[in-house]
């Protein structure tokens, strides 16, 4: 038996309620594809749906499922070619119905942290969509606001660092952050989401897995 999955529920549901007086809504499931069938259906015929970049909803093949669904109007993020094609691209994001995302991490109190280079993710969060669905799993959990930037910027940055392709940050060369103002830095937006200011705009999906950074 995995003892610490055993805890998941409990800790997921003192989560939601904290989620809750902060003005968002908060769903738990226990397992990634169950997750993922739940997001696909709570998006309606025809709705429009773009994301921001998310390990966690590549892992959980989200956003190759609503790439190939017929009845979403996918705007994939990854299209643009050039700075003006990106730009187009993301006035277009912000006007979507559905954004798809992840949080670096997510306190026992309710509050979000994330990091962002370009910050396009979080400022699709922060405003722009309709509907915000910010997909964790229970690894991004943690106590309290000072645990969840020390995530962010310790385990999430370096590994992300990696995955963008980048290669002289402090982070990824010594394992740790040293609040560096690199070229190559992607931790330039630090955003804490402590409520939302339209009630149900933003809604978590909590995961029984590991998932992401």
């Given at each position: 038996?995995?003892?610490?999955?055993?805890?998941?529920?409990?800790?997921?549901?003192?989560?939601?309620?904290?989620?809750?007086?902060?003005?968002?809504?908060?769903?738990?499931?226990?397992?990634?594809?169950?997750?993922?069938?739940?997001?696909l259906?709570?998006?309606?015929?025809?709705?429009?749906?773009?994301?921001?970049?998310?390990?966690?909803?590549?892992?959980?093949?989200?956003?190759?499922?609503?790439?190939?669904?017929?009845?979403?109007?996918?705007?994939?993020?990854?299209?643009?070619?050039?700075?003006?094609?990106?730009?187009?691209?993301?006035?277009?994001?912000?006007?979507?119905?559905?954004?798809?995302?992840?949080?670096?991490?997510?306190?026992?109190?309710?509050?979000?942290?994330?990091?962002?280079?370009?910050?396009?993710?979080?400022?699709?969060?922060?405003?722009?969509p309709?509907?915000?669905?910010?997909?964790?799993?229970?690894?991004?959990?943690v106590?309290?606001?000072?645990?969840?930037?020390?995530?962010?910027?310790?385990?999430?940055?370096p590994?992300?660092?990696?995955?963008?392709?980048?290669?002289?940050?402090?982070?990824?060369?010594n394992?740790?952050?040293?609040?560096?103002l690199?070229?190559?830095s992607i931790?330039?937006?630090?955003?804490?989401?402590?409520?939302?200011?339209?009630?149900?705009?933003?809604?978590?999906?909590?995961?029984?897995?590991?998932?992401?950074?």
């Amino acid at each position: 038996m995995d003892y610490m999955k055993e805890t998941y529920p409990k800790l997921a549901a003192s989560v939601i309620r904290k989620l809750e007086a902060r003005n968002m809504n908060g769903v738990y499931f226990a397992a990634a594809e169950e997750a993922k069938r739940a997001i696909l259906a709570e998006m309606p015929d025809g709705s429009s749906v773009t994301w921001g970049g998310s390990m966690t909803c590549e892992q959980m093949g989200l956003f190759e499922a609503c790439l190939s669904s017929s009845r979403l109007q996918a705007l994939d993020r990854t299209a643009a070619k050039t700075p003006e094609e990106r730009r187009e691209l993301y006035a277009r994001q912000t006007l979507c119905d559905y954004f798809l995302m992840s949080a670096n991490a997510v306190t026992m109190d309710g509050e979000l942290v994330n990091i962002d280079g370009n910050g396009n993710r979080v400022a699709c969060l922060i405003t722009g969509p309709a509907h915000v669905f910010v997909i964790c799993g229970m690894n991004k959990i943690v106590t309290d606001l000072d645990s969840a930037v020390k995530r962010a910027r310790n385990t999430a940055a370096p590994a992300n660092v990696l995955r963008v392709g980048r290669t002289e940050t402090p982070c990824l060369k010594n394992g740790r952050c040293a609040d560096c103002l690199s070229p190559e830095s992607i931790c330039n937006q630090f955003v804490i989401t402590r409520r939302s200011g339209v009630k149900g705009r933003i809604k978590v999906f909590l995961i029984g897995e590991a998932l992401g950074y």
